[in-house]
């Protein structure tokens, strides 16, 4: 039989506590995305600022950071990342969401203010101390990510939980554009209190302005700490995994309207009958593990790649004016400026696309759809790229960026963040959100890092001669298509039931989550007598 309290959450209106929950868990995304976006023109002041040398080289290598300390600086983050992702995801069904949220959220603050605090003026020893608070930056956001995932999910109703998600999510589009803000207000002042004509490309003060821009992206995390710190447990994880059904009602009704009549009589769940990848778990939740981890492995290839896109976009006289026509302030400005734009009319977009639609039209429907317009929009760039956009980056290359870039966010991107925070028991839930998260993180190093040198026709500015851009979109179109693939066949629908349906056997067949075709499920045998739970 179903917890009382989870059917009477699974029921519950929306209350304003919903939305206090949205903005208390989005800090953690909101936080990444600014970090994410506030790099590119940061980079661009660390290239003013230390390889000022480089005016001794020709055309595009001028203030340009070196190509292995830019993949580095990427890459280092990331993997932070995958190891936050999994070690917090470990910790949130090993000891609590709420013990362990806190701290996540504290170590990217601390993280952010150490960025900006990188000591010396030394080129070498501020980037390695840079690339260390990356690091460690990247262990907290991917800390963040399971936790707000699962959190969110076992505090909706089943109606309204993917919207819910899905806003969580979407706040990663407020924190691009509010680090392109911030970038830009940051530049205007420092330009025109330095009184710097464009001829003098690097006021000292530059070295002062980057730091800025990186800790002010700590303020907003750093506010909502005391509201992480008053959210109580889950109702789900204390209900289910601690096995305390009465302090779970007390819980909820701190903070939620909900009718909880005659709980305490409620027999308590027993405990579970497996553990994480048992053969009873891959038997029963296999098939869904690798679902969402190899969905968001491939989008996080392709979605990480768009720097493939920026470079082209962004060294293009069309777009931005030359490096050796502005100072450093200057430069900043106009690559945040193009950044902000293209957040507005494309990105935020496609986050409330899914907001709205994902509990009308479904997660998978959703997912199929994102994957196959981001592969029309690779190939429509990719096949004619030699000829028609290499040398001419106009408006319909922009266009079709921003399209592929919005039916990322309208699709994968945004779905592979909420599947799996629906699937999995309760008592395996944040681990298995980690899990295929880190699996997507390892797909964005791939997609930032690798495809980054992969694509270049040339060796140029420290990079080596790669395949070429042309088959490297091709080749992302086609990692689309596989997406499309793994989504039609592996991944389940699970809008419009409760989380503890969706981890139950598929009642239409009684086999196994895994659906193997010979063998049924014998992993729900022993527990059918189990309450809520797995």
């Given at each position: 039989?179903?917890?009382?309290?989870?059917?009477?959450?699974?029921?519950?209106?929306?209350?304003?506590?919903?939305?206090?929950?949205?903005?208390?868990?989005?800090?953690?995304?909101?936080?990444?995305?600014?970090?994410?976006?506030?790099?590119?023109?940061?980079?661009?002041?660390?290239?003013?600022?230390?390889?000022?040398?480089?005016?001794?080289?020709?055309?595009?290598?001028?203030?340009?950071?070196?190509?292995?300390?830019?993949?580095?600086?990427?890459?280092?983050?990331?993997?932070?990342?995958?190891?936050?992702?999994?070690?917090?995801?470990?910790?949130?069904?090993?000891?609590?969401?709420?013990?362990?949220?806190?701290?996540?959220?504290?170590?990217?603050?601390?993280?952010?203010?150490?960025?900006?605090?990188?000591?010396?003026?030394?080129?070498?020893?501020?980037?390695?101390?840079?690339?260390?608070?990356?690091?460690?930056?990247?262990?907290?956001?991917?800390?963040?990510?399971?936790?707000?995932?699962?959190?969110?999910?076992?505090?909706?109703?089943?109606?309204?939980?993917?919207?819910?998600?899905?806003?969580?999510?979407?706040?990663?589009?407020?924190?691009?554009?509010?680090?392109?803000?911030?970038?830009?207000?940051?530049?205007?002042?420092?330009?025109?209190?330095?009184?710097?004509?464009?001829?003098?490309?690097?006021?000292?003060?530059?070295?002062?302005?980057?730091?800025?821009?990186?800790?002010?992206?700590?303020?907003?995390?750093?506010?909502?700490?005391?509201w992480r710190m008053m959210m109580p447990e889950t109702a789900r994880y204390t209900a289910l995994v601690e096995r305390n059904v009465i302090q779970a009602v007390k819980d909820m009704q701190k903070v939620l309207d909900v009718s909880l009549s005659q709980i305490a009589e409620e027999s308590q769940p027993n405990p579970p009958s497996y553990s994480l990848f048992s053969k009873e778990f891959l038997r029963c939740h296999g098939r869904d593990l690798?679902?969402?981890?190899?969905?968001?492995?491939?989008?996080?290839?392709?979605?990480?790649?768009?720097?493939?896109?920026?470079?082209?976009?962004?060294?293009?006289?069309?777009?931005?004016?030359?490096?050796?026509?502005?100072?450093?302030?200057?430069?900043?400005?106009?690559?945040?400026?193009?950044?902000?734009?293209?957040?507005?009319?494309?990105?935020?977009?496609?986050?409330?696309?899914?907001?709205?639609?994902?509990?009308?039209?479904?997660?998978?429907?959703?997912?199929?759809?994102?994957?196959?317009?981001?592969?029309?929009?690779?190939?429509?760039?990719?096949?004619?790229?030699?000829?028609?956009?290499?040398?001419?980056?106009?408006?319909?290359?922009?266009?079709?960026?921003?399209?592929?870039?919005?039916?990322?966010?309208?699709?994968?991107?945004?779905?592979?963040?909420?599947?799996?925070?629906?699937?999995?028991?309760?008592?395996?839930?944040?681990?298995?959100?980690?899990?295929?998260?880190?699996?997507?993180?390892?797909?964005?190093?791939?997609?930032?890092?690798?495809?980054?040198?992969?694509?270049?026709?040339?060796?140029?500015?420290?990079?080596?001669?790669?395949?070429?851009?042309?088959?490297?979109?091709?080749?992302?179109?086609?990692?689309?298509?596989?997406?499309?693939?793994?989504?039609?066949?592996?991944?389940?629908?699970?809008?419009?039931?409760?989380?503890?349906?969706?981890?139950?056997?598929?009642?239409?067949?009684?086999?196994?989550?895994?659906?193997?075709?010979?063998?049924?499920?014998?992993?729900?045998?022993?527990?059918?007598?189990?309450?809520?739970?797995?």
């Amino acid at each position: 039989m179903a917890l009382k309290v989870l059917s009477d959450l699974d029921s519950a209106r929306t209350q304003y506590y919903h939305f206090k929950a949205i903005i208390v868990a989005g800090m953690g995304l909101f936080t990444d995305a600014y970090d994410l976006f506030c790099i590119p023109p940061i980079m661009r002041l660390l290239g003013r600022i230390y390889y000022g040398d480089s005016n001794k080289y020709e055309g595009d290598q001028l203030y340009e950071v070196s190509a292995v300390v830019t993949s580095v600086m990427v890459g280092t983050a990331l993997l932070g990342t995958v190891i936050g992702q999994l070690v917090f995801g470990y910790l949130g069904d090993r000891i609590g969401r709420r013990r362990v949220y806190g701290l996540a959220l504290m170590l990217m603050v601390l993280s952010s203010i150490g960025c900006g605090l990188s000591l010396s003026t030394s080129r070498t020893f501020v980037l390695l101390s840079l690339m260390f608070f990356r690091f460690a930056l990247g262990v907290g956001i991917g800390g963040d990510y399971p936790l707000s995932a699962t959190i969110m999910s076992e505090f909706s109703n089943r109606k309204t939980r993917g919207a819910f998600i899905a806003a969580v999510f979407s706040m990663q589009g407020f924190g691009i554009l509010v680090s392109s803000t911030v970038t830009m207000i940051v530049c205007a002042i420092f330009n025109r209190a330095s009184n710097y004509p464009a001829t003098d490309h690097t006021p000292e003060s530059a070295d002062l302005a980057w730091r800025l821009i990186l800790m002010i992206g700590a303020v907003p995390a750093g506010l909502t700490y005391y509201w992480r710190m008053m959210m109580p447990e889950t109702a789900r994880y204390t209900a289910l995994v601690e096995r305390n059904v009465i302090q779970a009602v007390k819980d909820m009704q701190k903070v939620l309207d909900v009718s909880l009549s005659q709980i305490a009589e409620e027999s308590q769940p027993n405990p579970p009958s497996y553990s994480l990848f048992s053969k009873e778990f891959l038997r029963c939740h296999g098939r869904d593990l690798f679902a969402c981890a190899a969905n968001w492995f491939l989008v996080d290839v392709v979605f990480y790649s768009s720097n493939l896109f920026q470079s082209k976009i962004y060294d293009s006289d069309r777009y931005l004016r030359s490096k050796r026509d502005v100072n450093a302030f200057e430069d900043a400005f106009q690559y945040a400026k193009l950044q902000a734009i293209i957040a507005i009319c494309s990105t935020i977009p496609g986050y409330y696309a899914t907001v709205y639609f994902i509990d009308r039209v479904g997660r998978v429907k959703i997912q199929i759809m994102g994957f196959f317009f981001m592969a029309i929009g690779m190939f429509a760039i990719g096949i004619p790229y030699d000829i028609y956009w290499d040398k001419d980056p106009n408006i319909g290359f922009l266009f079709l960026y921003g399209l592929t870039f919005f039916f990322s966010n309208f699709g994968p991107n945004t779905t592979t963040f909420i599947v799996p925070a629906e699937l999995f028991p309760a008592r395996f839930r944040s681990t298995c959100h980690g899990i295929s998260g880190a699996a997507g993180k390892i797909g964005a190093i791939i997609g930032s890092v690798g495809f980054l040198w992969a694509s270049q026709n040339k060796a140029k500015n420290g990079y080596t001669k790669g395949i070429g851009m042309t088959a490297s979109l091709v080749i992302l179109g086609g990692i689309c298509i596989l997406g499309m693939i793994v989504t039609y066949f592996f991944t389940r629908e699970t809008k419009g039931r409760s989380l503890e349906e969706n981890e139950n056997e598929d009642e239409t067949t009684g086999t196994c989550i895994l659906r193997s075709f010979t063998n049924p499920c014998i992993c729900r045998q022993a527990s059918n007598n189990q309450v809520g739970d797995a």
